[in-house]
Structures are given as C-alpha cells and as structure tokens.
Nanobody
Framework: QVHLAESGGGSVQAGGSLTLSCTAS????????MGWYRQAPGKQRELVAQINAGGGINYGDSVKGRFTITRGDAKNTVYLQMNSLEPGDTAVYYC???????????????WGQGTLVTVSS
C-alpha cells in the first residue's frame, strides 16, 4: 500500500506563486510516473502535470509556461511550482503516482487526499 503526503496548498492573489509537494511512502518497487491533477467545483478532474522516471514531462494546456513539475533527488517526491496563478487555477490539487509494489505486480495508481489552492482576483 502506498501513502501520498501532500503539502503546500493555500490562498494567494492572482499573479502569485505556490509550490506543492508530494512524498510517496510504502511498498514501492518502482514508480514510473508521478504527477498532479486538479478538480474545480463542477468540473472533471484534469491533468496538470506529470513526470516519468526518464524525465519526460507532460503539462495540461492551461498551465504550460506557468507551472513546473520536478522530481526530488530521492525520486519519491514530486514538486509543482505554480507561478502567475489565475483565478481559474482554483481547485483541489491531487497528487498521483503510478507504481509497482514488486517486480511481478501489476501497475497501480495511488492518489493523495487533495490540497486546496484558492486564487483570488
């Protein structure tokens, strides 16, 4: 079982910055991908950014050029640096990892509990 500990959410004015972090712990053999999704009220959950073990990165179209995802040296932590925040970025942000618990297992998804980011105009 994998536990994801998220931190860094909060309230900020438009144009401000926040950094989210997520640390994975538990039975992890490998973790090919880590990332962030968000869900605003009344909307579907959407990809914000994802980074794979090889360093490949995908960003949602609405955050390209403003958000940066990185992985910590220990490879079990992922960060999301959010700059030039807009009211449209207001949402609950969820950490997501895709992992294998051992070399024979099927890959699985784990989700954090979510952290609220509120951007005021």
């Amino acid at each position: 079982q994998v536990h994801l500990a998220e931190s860094g959410g909060g309230s900020v004015q438009a144009g401000g910055s926040l950094t989210l972090s997520c640390t994975a712990s538990g039975t992890i053999f490998s973790m090919p991908a880590m990332g962030w999704y968000r869900q605003a009220p009344g909307k579907q959950r959407e990809l914000v950014a994802q980074i794979n073990a090889g360093g490949g990165i995908n960003y949602g179209d609405s955050v390209k050029g403003r958000f940066t995802i990185t992985r910590g040296d220990a490879k079990n932590t992922v960060y999301l640096q959010m700059n030039s925040l807009e009211p449209g970025d207001t949402a609950v942000y969820y950490c997501n990892v895709y992992y294998y618990s051992d070399y024979k297992s099927t890959g699985m998804d784990a989700w954090g509990q979510g952290t609220l980011v509120t951007v005021s105009s």
